[in-house]
């Protein structure tokens, strides 16, 4: 099982810039949709990530689910995923979630997308 699954592999990422940081609090959550993909960022103490809104399990959205010790519960059926990385943490869910750079630069955050 892969620990985690980067959207794009650095230096192969094209930085966008997605919102501000003032938009997304310490302990709070952001729904974006870009490209093909709809995405949650969470600020974990004041550190910023971001994965795909789409469980692996079957596919429902995640973003709202309970966060505890930086681990995310999938609404649905329980998995348990590391909000930082992606990587399950407990099943049924197997393959970790699509996780997105990220990066702060003057007060926007942007997402790493796989350069086409
Ligand atoms: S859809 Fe997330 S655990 Fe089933």
Redesign the pocket.
């Known amino acids: 099982m892969p620990f985690s699954r980067p959207a794009c592999q650095e230096p192969d990422c094209v930085f966008v810039p997605i919102a501000l940081v003032e938009d997304l609090p310490p302990g709070e959550r952001l729904f974006v949709h870009i490209d093909e993909w709809d995405v949650v960022l969470f600020n974990l103490d004041g550190q910023i990530f971001a994965l795909e809104d789409r469980?692996?399990?079957?596919?429902?959205p995640?973003g709202e689910g309970e966060i505890e010790d930086g681990v995310l519960t999938?609404?649905?059926?329980?998995?348990r995923f590391d909000v930082r990385t992606g990587a399950v943490v407990a099943p049924?869910?197997t393959e970790p979630l699509l996780a997105f750079p990220v990066r702060v630069v003057d007060g926007l955050i942007a997402l790493g997308l796989p350069a086409f």
């Open positions: 469980c692996t399990h079957a596919g429902r995640i999938c609404p649905y059926h329980g998995s049924p869910a």
